[in-house]
């Protein structure tokens, strides 16, 4: 069956799907964006994808052309119509389509487009043995919360993480603090407690993050939210990173330096195992 896509108001054949030339998404990333992980046919955390996506609307201004109940009718239909039961959903919102101007025009009507893709499975070597990361200066703009798809600073920095045959790029500010990966909440756990950037304008408060706040606090596990440096990083006892595409991978390497005994701890392996649950039992 052809993989079918949502763009503003139609379902169509990915291959065909396309937007304006002047969708001010194209051409200034005047636009945000979610990623919801789908479990048998399921949207995971949706409540909390959706904030997101409003609270990142409402900081650019854009207004939410769909309420969350005519949203999920549609991903669902889109769903249908790919027969897809696991895998993810992105879902983007542009301010419209105007004339070039850096000047936002009057009302405009946002252009929202949504494409589907099978779930892609972590290789189990990945959990096992945990991965290196490296990290690289922070040189996004001041306001990474939003969740907007200019992403350019994210891409060369996971380029570089490529280059370097290593699982993901930490960022860091010029005083050293790890704010976090390119497409990856960053967390690092010291004498049993759990190390993490607060959610401030510095990071993108992740859905996954906040499912495994909840789950540390189900397991009694110690957390601190705050600015970490690399340094207390390389000293760390386990470190690992989260995502709603990746859920926990360990980090046994941070640029070249082992982290504890190298191999994933006895935390992060339980916030994963738990996490899990949380990922199927909603839909048992």
């Not at 052309?65 to 949203?71: K, N, P, Q, V, Y």
């Not at 696991?86 to 542009?94: D, I």
């Not at 893709?117 to 070597?125: G, Q, S, T, V």
């Not at 009694?220 to 207390?232: H, N, Q, T, Y």
Request: proline share 5%.
């Amino acid at each position: 069956m052809p993989r079918i896509s949502y763009v503003n108001g139609r379902f169509i054949r990915h291959s065909q799907a396309a937007v304006h030339i002047e969708d001010r998404g194209y051409q200034f990333a005047d636009a945000v964006y979610e990623v919801i992980a789908i479990v048998r046919g399921r949207l995971i955390d949706d409540e909390l994808h959706f904030e997101r996506l409003e609270r990142s609307l409402r900081e650019i201004g854009i207004e939410m052309l769909f309420s969350r109940a005519i949203f999920r009718i549609k991903i669902a239909e889109l769903l249908r119509l790919n027969r897809l039961t696991n895998g993810s959903l992105y879902l983007q919102v542009s301010r419209g389509v105007a004339p070039r101007n850096h000047k936002i025009p009057g009302p405009m009507t946002p252009a929202v487009v949504m494409t589907v893709r099978p779930l892609r499975e972590i290789p189990a070597e990945v959990v096992e043995q945990g991965v290196p990361v490296i990290t690289v200066p922070d040189i996004r703009w001041k306001r990474a919360d939003i969740k907007t798809v200019g992403l350019l600073p994210n891409v060369l920095a996971k380029e570089e993480a490529v280059q370097r045959n290593v699982y993901e790029a930490w960022q860091m500010t010029p005083d050293g603090l790890v704010t976090e990966g390119t497409s990856t909440n960053a967390w690092i756990v010291k004498d049993g407690v759990l190390i993490t950037h607060p959610a401030a304008s510095a990071i993108l408060n992740g859905v996954t993050r906040l499912a495994l706040l909840k789950i540390a606090a189900e397991l009694d596990i110690g957390l601190d939210e705050r600015a970490f440096s690399v340094a207390e990083a390389y000293a760390a006892d386990e470190a690992f990173l989260s995502s709603t595409s990746a859920f926990v991978v360990p980090i046994i390497k941070i640029d070249d330096r082992q982290i504890g005994s190298g191999v994933p701890g006895p935390v992060s392996t339980a916030l994963l195992e738990r996490y899990k649950e949380h990922l199927w039992s909603r839909n048992a």
